[in-house]
């Protein structure tokens, strides 16, 4: 079992920044992907960004030049620096974990954390 608890959500202003947390605990050494996805009301769920055990990166291109995802080298905790945020960047945010990797959902989720972007 691998057990994920995001942390950093909050409002902000539009423009501003943020920095979402993943602590991850558990069967980490089962893991080599990593990833944010977030969710706003009436809308589908969408994966924002992923990392690899070995650093690779992947983004949506709704964020990408915007947001960083990064990790520690213990691969315990996962970041997501978003910048220059948008009010439709707002929604609640999930840490997802995966054993491998596949489009339709980590194997892993955390409880999520909300984020709000006003204009």
């Known amino acids: 079992q691998v057990y994920l608890v995001e942390s950093g959500g909050g409002l902000v202003q539009a423009g501003g920044s943020l920095r979402l947390s993943c602590a991850a605990s558990g069967r980490m050494f089962s893991i080599n992907v990593m990833g944010w996805y977030r969710q706003a009301p009436g809308k589908q769920r969408e994966l924002v960004a992923t990392i690899t055990r070995g650093g690779s990166t992947n983004y949506a291109g709704s964020v990408e030049g915007r947001f960083t995802i990064s990790r520690d080298n213990a691969w315990n905790t996962v970041y997501l620096q978003m910048n220059s945020l948008k009010p439709e960047d707002s929604g609640s945010y999930y840490c997802?974990?995966?054993?491998?990797?596949?489009?339709?959902?980590?194997?892993?989720w955390g409880q999520g954390t909300q984020v709000t972007v006003s204009s």
């Open positions: 997802a974990a995966w054993v491998t990797y596949r489009l339709d959902g980590g194997d892993y």
